[in-house]
């Protein structure tokens, strides 16, 4: 299931033809490429969460990495990531009602992920085999934070929401997700 639902989608620009083959690859190759317990690189779900007028988008600010950012996490053995995309937007910022755009995958990346301690464990420097869902919410819902992951949640004006990032490795991501969304304007 997942194997195939990568293989359908249709990358938007280089980075995303390159990034599917070698998510296409290490999948074919790793049995366990659901599970985190693959210290290399293992799949996980993100989630764009936009209001239905896509003027504005939902973030935590996330403790780990001190930063403001998308919501999402990993499979954990699901083959079903936008099950895990929308499971993962529920528990992160505490709303209760979202749908996906279309179902369809919107994007794919291969994100470096630094050494950092989760839980009292250390975890090595590893790779993100990244699928990114648009997921529509009304932006009147309230929030509600996950202290084990964030520290806050908020809704961005998406004009401005990148003033509001400092990881640059993920600026140029959000970029490419919110220009594809202007596109569904």
């Known amino acids: 299931m997942v194997l195939k639902t990568i293989e359908t989608y249709q990358p938007v620009n280089e980075q995303e033809t390159v990034d599917k083959q070698a998510i296409i690859s290490f999948i074919k190759q790793h049995d366990d490429a659901l599970e985190r317990h693959n210290k290399i690189a293992h799949l996980t779900s993100s ?18 990495y001190d930063a403001w950012g998308w919501v999402g996490g990993h499979t954990d053995g699901d ?40 839980h009292g464990a250390f975890v ?22 996950k202290p084990d992951e964030n520290s806050a949640v908020r809704w961005f004006d998406i004009d401005t929401v990148l003033k509001h990032v400092n990881e640059p490795r993920m600026m140029p991501v959000y970029q490419k997700l919110f220009t594809k969304l202007q596109s569904l304007k």
């Open 124 to 145: 090595p420097d590893h790779l993100h085999l990244n699928v990114t869902y648009l997921l529509i919410a009304d932006d009147n819902q309230p929030l509600a934070v």
């Open 79 to 118: 083959p079903n990531l936008l099950k895990v995309a929308i499971k993962e937007a529920k528990e992160e910022t505490g709303i209760e009602v979202v749908r996906a755009y279309d179902g369809k995958i919107f994007a794919l990346d291969t994100i470096f992920v630094e050494n950092h301690i989760k």
């Open 47 to 64: 989630a764009l969460v936009v209001n239905e007028t896509f003027d504005k988008v939902l973030f935590a600010h996330h403790n780990i």
